[in-house]
T-cell receptor
Framework: DVKVTQSSRYLVKRTGEKVFLECVQD?????MFWYRQDPGLGLRLIYF???????EKGDIPEGYSVSREKKERFSLILESASTNQTSMYLC?????????????FGPGTRLTVT | GQNIDQPTEMTATEGAIVQINCTYQ??????LFWYQQHAGEAPTFLSY????GLEEKGRFSSFLSRSKGYSYLLLKELQMKDSASYLC?????????????FGTGTRLKVLA
């Protein structure tokens, strides 16, 4: 079974703090993704990565950065947390070359910025 | 532009059949996915369509018409545990890269 784990289920941070969210997958997937999920807005893509040290901006990258130094690990960084970044953050991974390319999601991190 | 539309909420009775529709507009297309998400949990993969037609998997079926930009998820013999949100997503290959575009989800309530 594919397993995607995230470093925290719940996190509370103060405005202006630097926040690290970590994601690890154990199935040698090439692709990894970070989403945020807000009521009424659905899943929105922040960043994704095809391979180690590769990254691509998604639809809402402002205020975020990512790091992928190892294939199994994809980190999301909030450089200076703001209250509008309070959200559920979901990490996902998928294969790149073998269909159906479905994404496997981690359990999510509910981040509150006060 | 890129857009995926699905109804916000649906209600059905245990044992019934429900169809959740999804329409999409994307710059490229390499597959349509349905995910199930129970409250407070992560989405889990249900189905994948890349060619036109119906894919059946137990009580769940998914249909795709690429020319119409349309898909539906059909749930038969509804059970209480099917109460969840159902997310439609497209693997968009426009712009030389690919990414997954999600709809906002359809919250399904199954009543006894």
């Amino acid at each position: 079974d594919v397993k995607v784990t995230q470093s925290s289920r719940y996190l509370v941070k103060r405005t202006g703090e630097k926040v690290f969210l970590e994601c690890v997958q154990d199935m040698d997937h090439e692709n990894m993704f970070w989403y945020r999920q807000d009521p009424g807005l659905g899943l929105r893509l922040i960043y994704f990565s095809y391979d180690v040290k590769m990254k691509e901006k998604g639809d809402i990258p402002e205020g975020y950065s990512v790091s992928r130094e190892k294939k199994e690990r994809f980190s999301l960084i909030l450089e200076s947390a703001s209250t509008n970044q309070t959200s559920m953050y979901l990490c996902a991974s998928s294969l790149a070359r073998i269909p159906p390319y479905e994404q496997y999601f981690g359990p999510g991190t509910r981040l509150t910025v006060t | 532009g890129q857009n995926i539309d699905q109804p916000t909420e649906m209600t059905a009775t245990e044992g019934a059949i429900v169809q959740i529709n999804c329409t999409y507009q994307t710059s490229g297309f390499n597959g349509l996915f349905w995910y199930q998400q129970h409250a407070g949990e992560a989405p889990t993969f249900l189905s994948y369509n890349v060619l036109d037609g119906l894919e059946e998997k137990g009580r769940f079926s998914s249909f795709l018409s690429r020319s119409k930009g349309y898909s539906y998820l059909l749930l038969k013999e509804l059970q209480m545990k099917d109460s969840a949100s159902y997310l439609c997503a497209v693997r968009d290959t426009g712009g030389g890269t690919y990414k997954y575009i999600f709809g906002t989800g359809t919250r399904l309530k199954v009543l006894a």
